[in-house]
Structure formats: C-alpha cells, structure tokens
C-alpha cells in the first residue's frame, strides 16, 4: 500500500472523473425514466449518446489520474483537460440538443468530439514517452 498522497492534479482528475461518473448515471437515468415518454426517439437516442460518452470519459479521467500520479508527464496533463473539455462540449451540446430541441446545439458537438479524439491522441504520447 502507498503512504504518499496522490499527486493534487491527478487527485484533481480522479474527482472530476468520479462526479462526471455521477452524473452521467444519474443522467441515463432521467433519460430512460422521465424523457423516454416525453421526447421523440431521435431526441432520446442524443441525449443516451451524451450520457454514455459522459460516462466513459469519466472512466478514461480516473486512467488519466492515475497516468498523471505516475509519470507527471505534461501531455497527460493536457489529455485530461482535453478530455474535460471533449465531454463538456460532446455531452453538453447533446443534452442541450435534447432538452431543448434547438438544433443549433448540433453544431457544438463535432468540436468536443475533437477535442476527445485529441484527448486521446495526446494520452497515448504522454503515456509512450514515458
């Protein structure tokens, strides 16, 4: 077992990965149980869309924290936040989309699927640099 405390930025990650988890739960579930009668399937299958790549982004920024803890690597500092920023402007924008109805918020989600695709790039270079 290890006595050290957890680097304070992968520490920072690991929360943030545990509370997008949270809600990203508690999102799926107000999808399936309150909007599943109320929005057109279309709707549903974008708001289920950003709840489910919520979720596994806040799994990959538990990795990222325990990564970063590890090698203090710069890139994987940078993926976390790129990841961060990916599901906010991914999830965020579908929800938005969903909730509203405004399809205007379509527009935002390909910039946070980037940011995610980087995200992940720029994991896989910190971690092989290593």
Known sequence: MR???LDPRAARFAVLGAVLAFLAVGAGAFGAHVLRSRLT???LAAFETGARYQLIHAVALIGVAWALDRTRQPAVLRAGWLLVAGTVL???SLYALALTGVTRFGMVTPFGGLSLLAGWLVL???LARR
């Open 90 to 92: 991914f999830s965020g």
């Open 3 to 5: 006595d050290e405390p």
């Open 41 to 43: 399937e279309a709707l």
């Open 124 to 126: 896989a270079w910190g």
